[in-house]
């Protein structure tokens, strides 16, 4: 096979392999995992049920590999968190990227919340995250740290406060995506600055005693 075929033949795959991935996920949570059929996945792909089981196996592997790839694909940035900045900027980092992936991938985070109401379905699902969990322990940790430098004195659980309100803004925007592109309904930059001013609030100085408090006053 020449270079150029066996890059033309590298490209097709890649295609349909993102084609099915994406088919996988809007079939997953439309459907429930269990009732989704790879024919159906294969018919909303545009391609054969061969194909699909030339790359993924069983329906199993197809489910932890979306996991996979999209779990991948929002914690790649976290590390990038680390950059030089105030905890306050690092919390906005996170809002700003998490919510943004969302909104940009409605699908992915609807068949995540999906999931979590079919318990047949954790096994695959459980095994891909197992797999990802250094990173996942990462972010906790970076969290912490922030929360550390912010001066909590429970930083550990201030993180999976602020982790709680971040999934469930994720949720309403996973359960009426719309509310994205609706600032008018939904203004998503005044309530992350909400979240900011909560969990990361401003220190004010404390204002120097008055003349008349440091000394006597005189009868």
Known sequence: MSPRSRALNDRMKTASTEAILKAAEQVFGERGFHAATTEMVARRAGVSK???????????????????????????????IELPGTPASRLRQILDRALDSVIQHPDAHRLYFSLLLQPGASKPVQSAIDALKPRL???????????????????????????????????????????GKRPDLFPLDAIKDELIAAFAPRRTPRSAPSGRSRRKVSR
């Open 50 to 80: 061969g194909l699909v089981f030339n790359y993924f196996a069983t329906k199993d592997d197809l489910l932890a590999a979306i996991v996979a790839t999209r779990l991948t694909e929002q914690l790649a940035f976290w590390r990038e």
């Open 137 to 179: 322990a990462g972010y906790y940790s970076l969290l912490e740290r922030t929360f550390a430098d912010l001066g909590s004195t429970s930083p550990l659980a201030r993180a999976y406060a602020f982790q709680a309100a971040l999934s469930g803004i994720a949720n309403m925007l996973t359960i009426q995506p719309a509310l």
